[in-house]
């Protein structure tokens, strides 16, 4: 099965505060994600990425940034963290995305709390 | 843009009972359908998926499509503590997997 890990598990910071989100899949995906889960709205796409150097903007993209620096890592920077950014994020990958129906993989998530 | 809804919003079943899971979608482009599940502490995972009208069944869990009615659905026979979870509808389009959206999910609650 696809393996996603995520980094940190649990992250505390301040308003204003500089935040790196760290997801490492194994299974030599091309498409990643990076999705956050509030009650009451679900799962909610920020950014995603093709490839390395890629980067495709989600729903709910303002207020982040995502770089994928290698086929393996996918980063979502929070460059001036709000209290509105307080959820729990989760990273995904799948294998050939595009037009193709595929399973996401999800990786354990990373609660954030903004104080 | 796609509007993806789940109902119940949370649901308590006996074990043993069926537990019965709608969701509608509002795409007509819509052609390929997951249902996610999520146990406490832990990211999504897929179920199972269902890309044509009618049923499908994999040994306790039944989805149901009609596109033409913008609804799929999903049935858990004889239901066990351990299907306790957050259950997820995700609907894509033609767009490609890029384009995934997720319902709000349906919290499902097994009493021993």
């Known amino acids: 099965e696809a393996a996603v890990t995520q980094s940190p598990r649990n992250k505390v910071t301040v308003t204003g505060g500089n935040v790196t989100l760290s997801c490492r899949q194994t299974?030599?995906?091309?498409?990643m994600y990076w999705y956050r889960q509030d009650t009451g709205h679900g799962l909610r796409l920020i950014h995603y990425?093709?490839?390395?150097?890629?980067?495709q903007i989600g729903d709910v993209p303002d207020g982040y940034k995502a770089t994928r620096t290698t086929q393996e890592d996918f980063f979502l920077l929070l460059e001036l963290a709000s209290p509105s950014q307080t959820s729990l994020y989760f990273c995904?990958?799948?294998?050939?995305?595009?037009?193709?129906?595929?399973?996401?993989?999800f990786g354990s998530g990373t609660r954030l709390t903004v104080l | 843009q796609q509007k993806v809804q789940q109902s119940p919003e949370s649901l308590i079943v006996p074990e043993g009972g069926m537990a019965s899971l709608n969701c509608t979608f509002s795409?007509?482009?819509?052609?390929y359908f997951w249902w996610y599940r999520q146990h406490s502490g832990e990211g999504p995972k897929a179920l199972m998926?269902?890309?044509?009208?009618g049923d499908k069944k994999e040994g306790r869990f039944t989805a149901h499509l009609n596109k033409a009615s913008l609804y799929v659905s999903l049935h858990i026979k004889d239901s066990q503590p351990s299907d306790s979870a957050l259950y997820f509808c995700?609907?894509?389009?033609?767009?490609?997997?890029?384009?995934?959206?997720f319902g709000k999910g349906t919290q499902l609650i097994i009493q021993p």
């Open positions: 990425s093709y490839g390395a150097g890629n980067l």
């Open positions: 995700a609907v894509m389009n033609t767009g490609g997997a890029d384009r995934l959206t």
């Open positions: 995904a990958s799948s294998g050939l995305g595009g037009q193709f129906a595929e399973t996401l993989y």
């Open positions: 795409d007509r482009n819509s052609q």
């Open positions: 998926s269902i890309f044509s009208n």
């Open positions: 299974n030599s995906h091309n498409y």
